[in-house]
Nanobody, 123 residues
Framework: QVQLVESGGGLVRPGGSLRLSCAAS????????MRWDRQAPGKQRELVAV???????TYADSVKGRFTISRDNARNTVYLQMDSLRPEDTAVYYC?????????????????WGQGTQVTVSS
């Protein structure tokens, strides 16, 4: 079974920092693009940042210059370093990844989501 497990969320004051982690486990053959999305109360889920298997990155305009996405392929882990946090960054953050896994003798490619981690920015 493939799983994505996030950690690192919590409560932080405006201007503070948090680092989110997401570890993928299971019979993973390869991790392709990995990304973070977020969903604030009453709003649609939105893309925050993407990192490809070649380490190219893309960010939402609202987080450019404040957030940094990175990955550790040896650990099948993606990170989101969040600095200069603002109250409007408050949301549930979801890790998700496009990956290839092995089941029996067959390789499958599928998009997986983590369970989400709450980030609250408040004074």
């Amino acid at each position: 079974q493939v799983q994505l497990v996030e950690s690192g969320g919590g409560l932080v004051r405006p201007g503070g920092s948090l680092r989110l982690s997401c570890a993928a486990s299971g019979s993973i053959f390869s991790l392709n693009a990995m990304r973070w999305d977020r969903q604030a109360p009453g709003k649609q889920r939105e893309l925050v940042a993407v990192i490809t298997d070649g380490a190219s990155t893309t960010y939402a305009d609202s987080v450019k210059g404040r957030f940094t996405i990175s990955r550790d392929n040896a650990r099948n882990t993606v990170y989101l370093q969040m600095d200069s946090l603002r109250p409007e960054d408050t949301a549930v953050y979801y890790c998700n990844a496009d990956l290839t896994y092995l089941s029996g003798r067959v390789y499958y490619r599928k998009h997986y989501w983590g369970q989400g981690t709450q980030v609250t920015v408040s004074s």
